[in-house]
């Protein structure tokens, strides 16, 4: 797995606030109809057939929702401490620790991907790197659905919960996150913006593109 300076920090960010973050967002996609709507269509399109990958999957709530809806899912993250949670959380399915920059599967291996908000730690002169290898792994044909915050300025963050670590959480605009996935090969399917609610300060994006 290739260590970068930014995917050390990524690392020991969430191996540090894991249970903290857990449980601050454990029934957050009960809160957003909007959000829940778009990784629905997302488990449409993708349907029953195939492997999909949570990419970045934190403690693995989506991980678990996506298996709710029929798909065949694993999480992939970079936190030990946080696939203990999703393994504690979702003892029916696998979770393993790898790089969303260099992932341990084969070619055209996976009918769906899902990066929900997880590329967010990814400086901008990466993003096409990270795209070629999601592109990578999906079968011609394969869905992948990208969510984030929009915006054009960072979020820094420091010292959640009072634990001695920072993070800086990068927004883009829509357009931009299009226009890195048409270049890494990808065909736009959908794209949804909705407004901040619940104490959010920034706009949520979520793309869904097709591997050709």
């Not at 706009?203 to 591997?211: C, D, G, H």
């Amino acid at each position: 797995m290739t260590d970068t300076d930014f995917v050390t920090a990524t690392r020991t960010f969430y191996d540090t606030v894991a249970e903290d973050y857990a449980v601050q967002f454990r029934d957050a996609l009960d809160e957003y109809p909007l959000d829940r709507a778009v990784i629905a269509g997302f488990a449409d399109l993708v349907g029953s057939e195939g492997t999909v990958a949570d990419l970045g999957c934190g403690p693995g709530r989506i991980t678990g929702h996506l298996a709710s809806l029929g798909l065949s899912v694993f999480g992939v993250d970079l936190s030990e401490s946080m696939l203990a949670i999703a393994r504690r959380e979702n003892p029916g399915l696998r979770f393993e620790r790898g790089s969303m920059l260099e992932l341990d599967l084969p070619d055209g291996s996976l009918a769906g991907a899902l990066s929900w908000y997880s590329s967010i730690h990814t400086p901008v002169d990466e993003l096409p790197r990270l795209f070629a290898e999601l592109h990578r792994v999906l079968a011609p044909g394969g869905h992948l659905l990208v969510g984030f915050q929009a915006g054009d300025e960072d979020r820094h963050h420091d010292g959640p919960w009072g634990h001695p670590v920072a993070l800086t959480f990068r927004r883009r605009q829509p357009e931009q996150i299009a226009g890195l996935l048409r270049a890494a090969g990808f065909a736009p399917i959908s794209r949804t913006v909705r407004e901040p609610d619940r104490g959010e300060v920034s706009q949520q994006a979520a793309l869904i593109v097709r591997r050709d």
